[in-house]
């Protein structure tokens, strides 16, 4: 990261967010692969949705994991409702907070979304499973 966004109250915030949502194994990776190319757009999301919207003490991280999920699926996201799946074991939300949310996916966004969401949750949650018994 430059010095100048490195510096900011927002991108330190949002880095705290970043981790106690994501993990620091995933922000790690995700930091070690930075270039000069996704460095302003890496720079962006640290500060404007894990500094500040994540951040925001309106919601709790249980009720943001539930409907980013949701939002994710709506709009086909896959590798992100995966990887914010994979979070929920640190935002709190259950896997039945998951399917509620997904089956208001398939009333309000359509059925086909909502499907091929809870197939990327299940593949989610058995590798998560796999983990743990390890």
């Known amino acids: 990261m430059n ?3 490195a510096q900011t109250e927002r991108y330190r915030q949002g880095m705290t967010t970043r981790r106690a949502v994501l993990g620091d194994r995933h922000v790690d990776r995700a930091q070690s ?8 757009f890496q720079e962006l999301i640290t500060e404007a949705a894990w500094g500040n919207l994540w951040s925001r003490p309106t919601w709790s991280k249980r009720e943001r994991s539930m409907v980013t999920i949701a939002l994710l699926a709506a709009l086909g996201h896959d590798e ?5 799946v994979r979070a ?3 935002t709190g939300a259950s896997r039945a907070d ?3 949310a997904l089956l208001h996916v398939a009333i309000y966004a359509g059925v086909p979304a909502a499907n091929r969401a809870i197939k ?4 989610v949650f058995e590798q998560m499973d796999a983990e743990k018994g390890a």
């Open 3 to 5: 010095d100048a966004a």
């Open 88 to 90: 929920t074991a640190n």
């Open 80 to 84: 992100e409702v995966a990887m914010h």
């Open 120 to 123: 990327i949750a299940k593949q």
């Open 98 to 100: 998951i399917a509620e």
């Open 33 to 40: 692969s930075t270039t000069d190319f996704d460095r302003p």
